[in-house]
């Protein structure tokens, strides 16, 4: 900690309230990783003359809307309802303006700011929003032309100290976040809208659009959470690792094991798992149709994340498999009877083979028919699904808004 003669004067001449309003589930989770620390980052970086309330709330629906604009709005809506100074929006939804990849974005007349949360990448999320967060207030506070920017350059420069005791990497005041491996690969560009775009003031882009969408895609598939869906896999265990199990007591498979070369090994491997996300896709209806999306983009997003997010817990499940037959062979199949029946010396590499072969074929002969144990874990690690139940919750609060409303409409037309 810094000695008190460091310390800004803590008597705050003026008091700000600043709103945050995360989306459920990851977005949620970030922030409240990091509110507790926010109040104290933003009286040291952002304006030490005020006293920093922060409130929270979660709200579904910026979570299922398909455009900036419309997230921004409806941010809007809750600041004056809220009565905060600013508030920052964070979505898990991916944005797009005009062709590119909003990472964030803010308008200073409006005291409103959001940031994509996949967009910040994989890891370390809570670092890199609190990074976000705090440069977006200081557009909307100071404000974000050139001269502002540079002011608060010189600002950031006195206090690079204390930004460094706080972890904050960022160095720039005209940069969303600090220089870390990932932002060296994909970097962002600040874009500063006219003045008389109502909408927003100042926006991040990704420099480049293939990474962006790298990175982009890397971050959804992390809001996923693809190790959520292993628990939904123990029917499948148990109905693959049986079916195996009964084919390693035929020395067909040995022969086959040994006959194979490491090529057939992982077209076979590769097949399996494909087969496997394939059909999950398929049985469950994950695949995401153009009419729930705001566009062709959106949709080979949500599909990919989709496929990726599966692919993840597949290779999982079928690395977990291998290791329990390789266990299974190692103790159960006779190392002699297996040398005899093959006509050669047997090590552990042919015991390895065996177990990748074998939890192949169980892959293909018996996960494949088999069901989850709950299909709900499974749909709730895709992006459409989550935002369809986000969307039927809103519809429901607004229908039973509207209804209150007209409950009441009736009751002072009575009492006239």
Same mark, same amino acid.
Request: charged content about 20%; hydrophobic content about 40%; glycine content about 8%.
């Given at each position: 900690?810094?000695?008190s003669?460091?310390?800004?004067?803590?008597?705050s001449?003026?008091?700000?309230?600043?709103?945050?309003?995360?989306?459920?589930?990851?977005?949620e989770?970030?922030?409240?990783?990091?509110?507790?620390?926010?109040?104290?980052?933003?009286?040291?970086?952002?304006?030490?003359?005020?006293?920093?309330?922060?409130?929270?709330?979660?709200?579904?629906?910026?979570?299922?809307?398909g455009?900036?604009?419309?997230?921004?709005?409806?941010?809007?809506?809750?600041?004056?309802?809220?009565?905060?100074?600013?508030?920052?929006?964070?979505?898990?939804?991916?944005?797009?303006?005009?062709?590119?990849?909003?990472?964030?974005?803010?308008?200073?007349?409006?005291?409103?700011?959001?940031?994509?949360?996949?967009?910040?990448?994989?890891?370390p999320?809570?670092?890199? /929003?609190?990074? +976000? &967060?705090?440069?977006? @207030?200081?557009?909307?506070?100071?404000?974000?032309?050139?001269? *502002?920017?540079? !002011?608060?350059?010189?600002?950031?420069?006195?206090?690079?100290?204390?930004?460094?005791?706080?972890?904050?990497?960022?160095?720039?005041?005209?940069?969303?976040?600090?220089?870390?491996?990932?932002?060296?690969?994909?970097?962002?560009?600040?874009?500063?809208?006219?003045?008389?775009?109502?909408?927003?003031?100042?926006?991040?882009?990704?420099?480049?659009?293939?990474?962006?969408?790298?990175?982009?895609?890397?971050?959804?598939?992390?809001?996923n959470?693809?190790?959520?869906?292993?628990?939904?896999?123990?029917?499948?265990?148990?109905?693959?690792?049986?079916?195996?199990?009964?084919?390693?007591?035929?020395?067909?498979?040995?022969i086959?094991?040994?006959?194979?070369?490491?090529?057939?090994?992982?077209?076979? /491997?590769?097949? +399996? &798992?494909?087969?496997? @996300?394939?059909?999950?896709?398929?049985?469950?209806?994950?695949? *995401?149709?153009? !009419?729930?999306?705001?566009?062709?983009?959106?949709?080979?997003?949500?599909?990919?994340?989709?496929?990726?997010?599966?692919?993840?817990?597949?290779?999982?499940?079928?690395?977990?498999?291998?290791?329990?037959?390789?266990?299974?062979?190692?103790?159960?199949?006779?190392?002699?009877?297996?040398?005899?029946?093959?006509?050669?010396?047997v090590?552990?590499?042919?015991?390895?083979?065996?177990?990748?072969?074998?939890?192949?074929?169980?892959?293909?002969?018996?996960?494949?028919?088999?069901?989850?144990?709950?299909?709900?874990?499974?749909?709730?690690?895709?992006?459409?699904y989550?935002?369809?139940?986000?969307?039927?919750?809103?519809?429901?609060?607004?229908?039973?808004?509207?209804?209150?409303?007209?409950?009441?409409?009736?009751?002072?037309?009575?009492?006239?």
């Amino acid at each position: 900690m810094s000695d008190s003669s460091d310390c800004p004067d803590s008597r705050s001449s003026t008091s700000l309230r600043l709103g945050l309003i995360p989306a459920p589930e990851l977005p949620e989770k970030i922030i409240l990783r990091c509110v507790d620390e926010l109040g104290e980052l933003l009286h040291w970086h952002v304006d030490e003359g005020a006293d920093w309330q922060i409130d929270i709330v979660v709200d579904p629906l910026v979570g299922g809307e398909g455009s900036a604009s419309e997230v921004m709005e409806r941010a809007a809506a809750i600041r004056e309802r809220e009565q905060w100074d600013y508030v920052v929006c964070i979505t898990d939804l991916p944005l797009f303006r005009d062709g590119y990849i909003a990472v964030a974005e803010a308008s200073d007349q409006r005291g409103v700011a959001v940031i994509s949360q996949p967009t910040l990448g994989i890891s370390p999320l809570r670092k890199r /929003m609190r990074e +976000a &967060i705090l440069h977006l @207030v200081s557009e909307m506070h100071w404000g974000g032309s050139h001269e *502002e920017r540079a !002011q608060q350059q010189q600002r950031m420069d006195e206090r690079k100290p204390q930004r460094q005791q706080h972890g904050l990497r960022n160095r720039d005041a005209h940069s969303l976040l600090g220089l870390r491996f990932a932002e060296l690969l994909v970097s962002f560009r600040r874009v500063t809208c006219p003045q008389d775009n109502a909408d927003v003031d100042v926006r991040f882009l990704f420099t480049s659009t293939w990474r962006g969408y790298i990175r982009l895609l890397g971050g959804m598939v992390r809001a996923n959470r693809p190790w959520s869906m292993m628990p939904a896999f123990r029917h499948i265990f148990a109905v693959a690792f049986g079916t195996g199990a009964y084919g390693l007591i035929f020395t067909t498979l040995w022969i086959l094991s040994s006959e194979y070369s490491i090529a057939r090994f992982v077209v076979l /491997m590769l097949a +399996a &798992i494909g087969s496997m @996300v394939a059909w999950l896709i398929i049985d469950h209806g994950l695949w *995401e149709p153009q !009419q729930y999306t705001h566009g062709k983009a959106v949709t080979r997003l949500y599909n990919a994340a989709t496929v990726v997010t599966l692919g993840i817990g597949v290779c999982v499940y079928f690395i977990v498999l291998y290791l329990l037959f390789l266990t299974a062979v190692v103790v159960f199949v006779p190392t002699g009877f297996m040398a005899e029946t093959l006509h050669q010396p047997v090590g552990l590499s042919n015991f390895m083979l065996l177990a990748w072969l074998a939890t192949s074929v169980a892959t293909f002969a018996g996960a494949l028919g088999a069901g989850l144990e709950s299909e709900e874990v499974v749909r709730n690690a895709t992006y459409g699904y989550r935002q369809r139940q986000r969307n039927n919750k809103v519809e429901k609060l607004q229908e039973r808004q509207e209804k209150k409303e007209q409950q009441e409409q009736q009751e002072s037309q009575k009492k006239e």
